[in-house]
């Protein structure tokens, strides 16, 4: 089973500025991995996918890079509604998709 | 509009059972493939469950393996999951959420319902 590790678990940011989150794969899924973000008592939704894809109606200022072993979710310039839990998963080896624990951005 | 509604869930005592429902509308249920993923209160998302467009192929995670049942009726546009033998730790909200067909990821989720195993 692949290991998804997130950090930090928590990252205060302000408003405008750049948030960087970080997730890392117990081995190398090349750019099988998906960003999703859940809001409070909201059902998770989709960020990107294939690593670097946006989702459909996704704006620009959410980005992702990275293969391998190592990826990043950028918000370039974060607004009031971005606050919430962002979470990783793998889906190169399956079963079991796995996610990250979540990582929570909250307001600084 | 993409739409993934879910339905069954409730309390249930330790050793019972519980079926969920996910009844889709807005795109052509048999060619997507349906997840079930869960969310302990307070906790992290959990993959339980992936069933085929065609119903043909199913998998699990092991936690769940011989305990929970995932069916579809492309007829109906619904999807099942019959969970028997129920613990403590099955305590979640339970997403549906819809595989595309050029990916293992999710592109759409459901509202969830929640599970409560408890005496």
């Known amino acids: 089973e692949i290991v998804m590790t997130q950090s930090p678990a928590t990252l205060s940011v302000s408003p405008g500025e750049r948030a960087t989150l970080s997730c890392r794969a117990s081995q190398s899924i090349s750019n099988t991995l998906a960003w999703y973000q859940q809001k409070p008592g909201q059902a998770p939704r989709l960020l990107i996918y294939?690593?670097?894809t946006r989702a459909t109606g996704i704006p620009a200022r959410f980005s992702g890079s990275g293969s391998g072993t190592e990826f990043t979710l950028t918000i370039s310039s974060l607004q009031s509604e971005d606050f919430a839990v962002y979470y990783c998963q793998q889906y190169k080896n399956w079963p079991p998709y796995t996610f990250g624990q979540g990582t929570k951005l909250e307001i600084k | 509009e993409v739409q993934l509604v879910e339905s069954g869930g409730g309390v249930v005592q330790p050793g019972g059972s519980l079926r969920l429902s996910c009844a889709a509308s807005g795109f052509i249920f048999d060619d997507y493939g349906i997840h079930w993923v869960r969310q302990a209160p307070g906790k992290g998302l959990e993959w339980v469950s992936l069933?085929?467009?065609?119903?043909?192929?199913?998998y699990y995670v092991d936690s769940v393996k011989g305990r929970f049942t995932i069916t579809r009726d492309n007829s109906k546009n619904s999807l099942h999951l019959q969970m028997n033998r129920l613990r403590a730790e099955d305590t979640a909200i339970y997403y549906c959420?819809?595989?595309?067909?050029?990916?293992?990821?999710?592109?759409?989720w459901g509202q969830g319902t929640l599970v409560t195993v408890s005496s």
């Open positions: 959420a819809r595989r595309p067909p050029y990916g293992d990821y999710v592109d759409y």
């Open positions: 069933i085929s467009a065609s119903g043909e192929s199913t």
């Open positions: 294939g690593a670097s």
